[in-house]
């Protein structure tokens, strides 16, 4: 048998070249109706009445009223209704559906309803929530979350410093802008609901089906659909439209279908949370850090979703790859009226990692000291302490991650080269070195998620891995087959691993949080060597594993204090820019990246986790611009909001350092999100470079360059 | 109104709306889901189907234009030695994730190795620029076709 990390074929490839995979929106059920959304056109408001004309034959309204359960989508705090009640606090909010045969019809019912409101003041920005003037959204202090870790004694660190440094960070929205839109299609048979759609967490989904209808979950069945890119913006949203559809579903009698349109995608979905970072740091006489004071602000939108969450994971890691003796970390996340933002890509990671990269950098600028001397100086090691006094227990191998893109990169050479470049076209060179925590946070994979795989052996000797984990594009379809193949000795072809359907697999937890190939995959790996020993038992038999926590793993929730994740990804880019100061446009000449992922399960499916999360960071820290003005985004499709295409990105040099990890299966650790965390700051580190002036917000817009660079003039 | 046109070699023959988009005939009358809708509006290149040779975001087309046209989806391409080539290159380059954008991006690489057999990178780049993809960062899909118009050759 060759090495786990020799690429294979993608067990999916085929079937998506030629075009027979079924994506949601490709399946059609006999008698299936279509379903569009009524949706808010107030950013906050009463509803005071919605009208609706007589309608024909075989079109239905579902609303609040068709919630045959509790008309909360279940996430975490149970605020968001999947259709409005009495009031709305976002523009698009759902406020019922239109269902029935003709698309062109439904569009004509839903012209003719009416909705009066009556305003009430809301809140469109952090500035503003922190004014108070409008009433609260959420609770008494507006806030969907606030936290705080302290380390060490900050206070006293600071009035010990020699030089203090402060600055404040902003990120901005990003749209996931997965290819295929949100869809789903429920059907009701026989007293049961199936909802088939595009998304990450088929038990996410049942469980707020569970709620939202109120039945025993035997009469309630999901099933994952050939999903076309999710990034996490298929995180938690399924949850609201897979409630929809099954509601529709049941008041017609028939299948009903509900697939976005772009535009509404765009503007009436999750994004990643925008974000304003305050550090400052307090360096001693060696122009050592001794403690960093930090405060982040998350704008949550409307709806809690998951943003306490993302917010754990921005503080956890706050303080990036270095060691800071002291620190105090305060975070809350915003309730404001835009769309409720949620699961994205490095969940909290890139902001956070955006503000102390940024800040490393100004602070070594500030004592005239190279940056990556000065970020070398403060690296964590194996046995140093985390910000929430976690223990780092691996080897930490970023001085050969450093040296790999630093050389091949030309960086120390550039970094002084570039320095005398005169005219329009400015050149510059940025490097960043990040870390991703593996899997869930915190206690999250022992006492909330409590995975369970099963591998069935059948009579034909194939093995079916049966999981609830997706295949979304990132490979678990090739790379779980892979372990489990590789632990039994047998061949590839013989493994299968369908789309998940919640009758036939248990719950081993969500596709997110970078957990699958780690958590799940070392499960299968548990299971497949028990199977292995007990081959000849039977013809035919099935063996579960359940999750069990590392035994050193130490962790308190209450205090956030110990082992935040089990183990860490760690990485470096850097990243080479031209700035033109005539139109102010970034291009980016050349990506050099460098991982400590631990064993690739394959380095192809690898390469292409690599090169998609790097061309999304650099999206988001260049032309992915998305501006919400009082609650309404400026942009509603894929013609405004620009992600990157072929002509926008070079080819990217990236490397692996193998460092394996105990409880990984065949030492794998977390790679899917980690890529995308380092982009951002490497690329802003550039232009700051390119320009000599302080870059401390993302996206770069032309505007914001010739802002900054003016400024300092 | 009557449309006729060659639909994947063979002729049809609809009465429709000359309105109503190519893309949303395809897929709902002759159920070639295949070509998929990922904006509506040209800008992502999911949808991609040649007309006369030439790649096309078909739902920006309303089909009244397409009369007496030569359609290829990927289904009507799927079955020849050219597909066969960039199927295999693309599985080789790694170019496929979530796979919505494949069958387009197959069909702008048929597109352009027709026009120019041995593309370099800054053509091919050039050459799919209409299509976009959110996973691969494209570099393994430009790798995709740079190899199929090495092991394609004489093909184009």
């Known amino acids: 048998m060759t090495n786990i990390r020799t690429p294979v074929e993608r067990s999916d490839a085929r079937i998506k070249i030629n075009g027979k995979a079924e994506y949601v929106g490709d399946i059609r059920f006999e008698g299936m109706l279509y379903a569009k959304t009524l949706r808010s056109t107030r950013p906050r408001a009463l509803i005071h009445s919605v009208e609706i004309p007589p309608i024909p034959e075989g079109y239905f309204i579902v609303d609040k009223h068709d919630v045959p359960g509790k008309n909360r989508v279940k996430i975490i705090a149970d605020d968001m209704p999947f259709f409005s009640e009495d009031r709305v606090n976002y523009i698009g909010e759902p406020i019922l559906l239109v269902v029935g045969p003709e698309r062109e019809t439904i569009a004509h019912i839903l012209e003719a309803i009416t909705v009066t409101y009556s305003d009430i003041e809301p809140v469109y920005t952090i500035e503003e929530a922190e004014k108070g003037s409008a009433p609260p959204l959420f609770g008494s202090d507006n806030l969907f979350a606030s936290y705080e870790i302290v380390k060490g004694d900050p206070i006293s660190a600071f009035s010990q410093a020699s030089i203090r440094f402060e600055d404040i960070y902003r990120t901005g929205f990003q749209e996931h802008a997965y290819l295929e839109p949100q869809g789903a299609i429920g059907a009701y048979e026989n007293g049961r609901v199936t909802v088939y759609g595009s998304m990450q967490c088929p038990y996410y989904v049942k469980n707020a089906l569970i709620q939202g209808l109120g039945w025993a979950e035997d009469r309630i069945r999901v099933v994952q659909t050939t999903t076309g890119g999710a990034f996490g913006g298929k995180e938690e949203y399924p949850s609201l439209i897979a409630g929809h559809v099954a509601f529709a579903a049941i008041k017609a009698g028939s299948p009903v279908q509900l697939v976005f349109d772009r535009a509404e995608d765009v503007r009436f979905t999750t994004k990643r949370h925008p974000a304003i970072i305050r550090i400052a740091s307090a360096l001693d006489a060696q122009n050592r850090i001794i403690a960093m004071n930090m405060e982040i602000k998350l704008d949550a939108g409307a709806y809690a979703g998951l943003s306490e969450v993302v917010l754990q994971r921005a503080m956890f890691c706050s303080t990036g790859v270095y060691n800071i003796p002291n620190a105090r970390v305060r975070g809350s996340a915003v309730a404001t009226n835009n769309v409720f933002t949620g699961a994205f890509r490095g969940f909290g990671g890139p902001q956070a990692t955006f503000a102390v990269e940024m800040h490393m950098h100004g602070l070594a600028d500030r004592i005239g000291e190279d940056p990556l001397v000065f970020k070398r100086k403060h690296l964590l090691k194996k046995h140093d302490s985390t910000v929430t006094e976690g223990t780092i227990r691996q080897e930490v191998v970023l001085p050969a991650l450093i040296e790999a893109v630093t050389g091949p990169s030309d960086y120390r050479g550039k970094l002084q080269r570039f320095q005398s470049t005169k005219g329009t076209v400015h050149r510059g060179i940025g490097l960043s070195v990040f870390l991703h925590g593996c899997a869930f946070t915190g206690s999250g994979e022992k006492d909330k998620i409590q995975a369970k795989v099963k591998l069935r052996k059948t009579r034909d000797k194939t093995v079916e891995i049966l999981v609830s984990s997706v295949e979304m594009g990132q490979g678990p379809q090739t790379t779980l087959k892979k372990i489990v193949a590789h632990t039994l000795g047998i061949p590839l072809e013989n493994v299968i691993y369908e789309n998940p359907d919640t009758d036939r697999v248990p719950d081993s937890g969500p596709t997110v949080a970078s957990r699958t190939v780690m958590i799940v995959g070392f499960l299968l790996k548990k299971v497949a060597e028990k199977m292995r020993e007990s081959w000849n038992s039977a013809p035919e038999f099935e063996l579960q594993e359940r999750y069990e926590q590392p035994p050193f793993v130490q ?43 631990g064993t690739p399960m394959d380095e192809r499916i690898v390469r292409g986790q690599i090169e998609g999360g790097i061309a999304q960071g650099l999206g988001y820290a260049t032309m992915e611009v998305m501006n919400s003005s009082e609650g309404r985004f400026m942009q509603e499709s894929l013609f405004d909001y620009v992600i990157p295409t072929a002509v926008d990105l070079p080819n990217i040099h990236s490397t692996l350092i193998e460092n394996e990890y105990e409880y990984g299966p065949f030492g794998a650790k977390c790679a899917g999100e980690l890529p995308f965390v380092g982009a951002a700051p490497a690329l802003a580190s550039a232009v700051q470079h390119a320009l000599g002036v302080p870059i401390t917000r993302i996206p770069l817009t032309p505007d914001y360059l010739r802002e900054v660079t003016q400024g300092e003039d | 109104m009557k449309i006729d046109f060659i639909l994947n070699k063979k002729p049809v023959h609809i009465d429709t709306d000359p309105l109503r988009r190519l893309l949303d005939v395809l897929r709902e009358d002759f159920y070639l889901t295949g070509v998929k809708e990922g904006c509506g509006e040209g800008e992502c290149g999911a949808c991609t189907v040649l007309i006369g040779g030439e790649a096309v975001c078909s739902c920006i087309v309303p089909v009244g234009t397409v009369a007496n046209e030569k359609i290829l989806t990927i289904e009507g391409f799927r079955s020849t030695a050219r597909y066969r080539i960039l199927e295999k290159c693309f599985i080789d380059a790694g170019a496929v994730q979530c796979g919505f954008c494949t069958p387009g991006f197959i069909m702008a690489a048929e597109s ?3 026009e120019n057999p041995r593309p370099d990178e800054t053509e091919i780049r050039q050459g799919i620029a209409g299509n976009l993809c959110r996973c691969t960062g494209y570099s393994m899909v430009v790798d995709a076709i740079q190899k199929a118009s090495v092991q394609g050759k004489g093909l184009w």
Request: aromatic residues 18%; glycine residues 6%; negative net charge.
């Open chain 1, 555 to 597: 962790w308190d929730q209450q205090r956030f204090k110990g082992d935040a994740y089990p183990v860490y990804s760690w990485g470096t880019n850097v990243v080479e820019v031209e700035v033109d100061s005539l139109t102010w446009e970034v291009t980016v000449k050349g990506i050099w990246a460098a991982y400590d992922i």
């Open chain 2, 112 to 114: 352009l190795l027709s």
